[in-house]
């Protein structure tokens, strides 16, 4: 069965620092890879997708991706932290199947120090 | 350009009220909609999906229902709300192939 893991639940960085966080999925193909925000009591805003092609894919917001088959990774980066980043992030696969149904990580909470 | 709405809010009920959680989409046809739940520190469940008007696919057996009345609504609902019904409740839309889905503002549902 496919699944998405975010091993990191909690991960706090400090305002200009640089941030990673990390994706594996399992999935018998070729994936369709997403990033999601969430603010708290908002919805989830798409930060970023990966479909085919160039493994490195830029995103909303200064952030950007990168595809790494063999490792079957989908990281999350940037290079400069905003405190207006402090949110949840979801890293989600698109099952196949006609819906195209999402499965999600189960979310890295991102705190930013001043 | 296209718009989801979901209401209300925020909604506080009794246990073993009902409940009604709709979800409309603007500026599209025919939609795939999904309604997810999120407990709190955890990530999104998915409960009901539909691919077209009154074509509603369960993902996990429940106290919940879901309806597609017209092309753009989705209705959540149910008839006797649980404790375990709490927690925040996002609908999703996409066209479809490989477009990703978009979200609602979601709903925060508390269960007193």
């Known amino acids: 069965a496919q699944s998405v893991t975010q091993p990191d639940i909690h991960i706090t960085v400090s305002e200009g620092a640089s941030l990673e966080l990390r994706c594996n999925y399992s999935?018998?193909?070729?994936?369709?890879l997403f990033w999601y925000v969430q603010s708290p009591g908002q919805g989830l805003q798409l930060l970023l997708k990966y479909f085919s092609g160039d493994t490195l894919v830029q995103g909303i917001k200064g952030f950007e991706a990168e595809f790494k088959r063999s490792q079957s990774s989908f990281n999350l980066r940037k290079p400069s932290v905003h405190w207006s980043d402090a949110a949840e992030y979801f890293c989600?696969?698109?099952?196949?199947?006609?819906?195209?149904?999402?499965?999600f990580g189960s979310g890295t909470q991102l705190t930013v120090l001043p | 350009s296209q718009t989801i709405h979901q209401w209300p809010a925020t909604l506080v009920q009794p246990v073993g009220s009902p409940l009604s959680l709709e979800c409309t989409v603007e500026?599209?046809?025919?939609?795939?909609l999904y309604w997810y739940r999120q407990a709190a520190g955890r990530g999104l469940q998915l409960l009901f999906y539909s691919v077209g008007i009154g074509q509603i696919s369960s993902e996990v057996p429940q106290n919940l229902s879901a309806s597609r009345p017209q092309d753009r609504q989705f209705i959540l609902s149910s008839k006797k709300l649980l404790l375990s019904d709490s927690g925040f409740y996002l609908c999703?839309?996409?066209?479809?192939?490989?477009?990703?889905?978009?979200f609602g503002d979601g709903t925060r549902l508390s269960i007193l």
């Open positions: 989600a696969v698109v099952l196949s199947g006609s819906a195209r149904q999402l499965t």
């Open positions: 500026g599209t046809s025919n939609p795939n």
């Open positions: 999703a839309w996409t066209r479809g192939g490989n477009q990703p889905q978009h």
């Open positions: 999935y018998g193909a070729t994936p369709y």
